[in-house]
């Protein structure tokens, strides 16, 4: 059941990296695990005129540090759709990193089943498809085995976790973050009716081809791969390219699947 008076929790959700009056597209972009919607802060720089940028906020950090962390992907989803409820009035898309691609896809599927909302484009960046999600059994790990992890995958300044008040504050979010992925054994299956586009770094070595080529399942329209030089967080060195690519996407027309008599047709 979807929750009520979405438009009570809109402002809380949602930090307006760009605000547009009467934007052309609204891009929602999706933070990564422990990440927070300042991540985007430097999108504002590569959008074309027309485009409002809002970037979701978690809970438990930054301006919502106060409130209790998502129990679980449906809690976590079935706010945001609330929340995005009221955007009917421009087409909207999804940018979603790593494990804001499945909270995205997710949000996506209770947004149009909820609300009749359907998304213009869902990009997903640096992330399997949820059917292929991994389950590190980080969410109860403790502070080394959590640091080392994000080590991994890089993107994080790893000086941060040497000053113990910061380390205090940043660590509740990830751990949480990686818990929700942990129990996160049930994606929905609905295909969406909308492109489904998928970035990901050739160095990344937690997401692979394969992995990322499964994202097909999540959409009955057009699906398309696009790979970076980079790992995990490829889109820090190369945001322009992202940025060009994506909004490209975003103003050519909706694409369908290719049917099998388009397939004939073609190779004839």
């Known amino acids: 059941m979807p929750p009520t008076n979405p438009v009570a929790t809109s402002e809380r959700q949602f930090h307006a990296i760009k605000p547009c009056p009467r934007p052309n597209v609204r891009l929602v972009c999706f933070p990564h695990s ?10 504002k720089s590569v ?3 027309g485009v409002e940028l809002l970037a979701v906020r978690y809970p438990g950090r930054e301006e919502r540090l106060c409130d209790p962390f998502a129990e679980d992907m449906n809690e976590l989803a079935g706010a945001i759709a609330n929340a995005c409820a ?4 421009a087409p909207l898309a999804f940018f979603g990193h790593s494990l804001g691609s499945l909270v995205a896809y997710e949000v996506a599927v209770r947004l149009a089943a909820w609300h009749g909302i359907t998304l213009r484009t869902l990009f997903a960046s640096s992330c399997a498809a949820p059917w292929l999600a991994p389950r590190l059994g980080l969410g109860n ?6 640091i080392a992890r994000v080590g991994q995958l890089g993107g994080t300044d790893m000086c941060v976790f040497d000053n113990l008040e910061l380390r205090e504050l940043i660590m509740p979010a990830i751990r949480a973050d990686y818990r929700l992925l942990d129990r996160y054994t049930e994606p929905a299956t609905t295909p ?3 492109p489904v586009h998928a970035y990901y770094g050739t160095q990344d070595r937690g997401v692979g081809a394969e992995s990322v080529a499964a994202w097909s399942r999540a959409t009955a329209r057009a699906f398309s791969t696009l790979t970076f030089p980079g790992g995990h967080f490829y889109l820090a060195e190369h945001l322009p390219e992202l940025a060009r690519d994506l909004f490209a996407r975003l ?3 909706p694409a369908r699947r290719p049917t099998r008599s388009n397939l004939l047709f073609v190779l004839a």
Do not use: I, Q
């Open 141 to 146: 790990a403790d502070d080394e085995a959590l």
């Open 251 to 253: 103003e050519a027309p």
């Open 192 to 194: 969406l009716d909308c």
């Open 47 to 49: 959008l074309p005129e």
């Open 34 to 43: 422990g990440g927070s919607a300042g991540y985007f802060r430097t999108w």
């Open 86 to 89: 009221r955007f009917d009035d």
